[in-house]
C-alpha cells in the first residue's frame, strides 16, 4: 500500500535531516512575507510599502540573528 502512495506524511516522513542547516534558510521567506503583509496593512502610503517592508525584513533577521547569539552565549555559559 505504500508504494503505490509514494509517501505518507505522517508515517514516512521525508528526509529532510540530512542537512539541517538548511531549516534557517526557511526564515528568510517567512520573514519576508510577514514584514510585507505588515506593512501592506500599516503603511498609510502605498509607495512606501516595498521599501518600509525591506527595512522591516532587515531588521528582523538582524533581530533574530541577535537572539541567536545571545541565546548561545549563554547556553555556552551555562555549561
Same mark, same amino acid.
Given at each position: 500500500?505504500?508504494? =503505490?502512495?509514494?509517501?505518507? /506524511?505522517?508515517?514516512? /516522513? =521525508? /528526509?529532510?535531516?540530512?542537512? /539541517?542547516?538548511?531549516?534557517?534558510?526557511?526564515?528568510?521567506?517567512?520573514?519576508?512575507?510577514?514584514?510585507?503583509?505588515?506593512?501592506?496593512?500599516?503603511?498609510?502610503? %502605498?509607495?512606501?510599502?516595498?521599501?518600509?517592508?525591506?527595512?522591516?525584513?532587515?531588521?528582523?533577521? =538582524?533581530?533574530?540573528?541577535?537572539?541567536? %547569539?545571545?541565546?548561545?552565549?549563554?547556553?555556552?555559559?551555562?555549561?
Amino acid at each position: 500500500m505504500n508504494l =503505490l502512495l509514494g509517501f505518507v /506524511p505522517f508515517i514516512d /516522513p =521525508l /528526509p529532510i535531516w540530512i542537512r /539541517p542547516w538548511i531549516w534557517s534558510l526557511l526564515l528568510l521567506p517567512l520573514c519576508a512575507a510577514v514584514a510585507l503583509v505588515y506593512k501592506a496593512v500599516k503603511c498609510p502610503r %502605498v509607495d512606501r510599502i516595498l521599501r518600509e517592508a525591506a527595512v522591516l525584513f532587515v531588521t528582523i533577521v =538582524l533581530g533574530m540573528a541577535a537572539a541567536a %547569539v545571545g541565546i548561545s552565549i549563554v547556553v555556552r555559559i551555562m555549561r
